[in-house]
């Protein structure tokens, strides 16, 4: 199974309406987080569908490990502290995912 990119380490409180579906962003490489915005074309990941049962606030999962799917769970408290990168190891880095991954970037 591939592996998601962290969006980010803590949750995106959304406020949604009752009866609307949200496509989650379950690969991370969305920049329309904490929805997909077509950006895992060729990851082998896919959006998961919320439907919000009320209107409300809701606490979707940033860190794309929640094992209940679209919303937290708390899974991003236990995870490693993010690594410190100097600017040239993430330049090479970037590039790096640049060259590996044909992600398509386009919509769903
Ligand atoms: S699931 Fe992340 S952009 Fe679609």
Not at 14 to 21: Q, R
Not at 44 to 72: E, M, N, R
Not at 84 to 93: D, G, I, N, S, V
Request: aromatic share 8%; with cysteine; hydrophobic share 25%.
């Amino acid at each position: 199974m591939p592996e998601p990119v962290i969006a980010q380490r803590s949750p995106y409180a959304v406020n949604v309406e009752a009866g609307k579906t949200y496509a989650w962003c379950a690969c991370g490489r969305s920049a329309a987080q904490p929805f997909c915005d077509g950006s895992h074309k060729g990851t082998g990941l896919a959006p998961k569908l919320f439907k919000a049962g009320q209107s409300g606030p809701v606490y979707f999962c940033g860190c794309k490990h929640s094992k209940t799917g679209a919303t937290c769970d708390g899974s991003h408290q236990t995870m490693p502290p993010a690594p410190t990168l100097t600017p040239e190891e993430q330049m090479k880095r970037f590039e790096k995912e640049l060259k590996d991954n044909d992600w398509g970037h386009q919509p769903c």
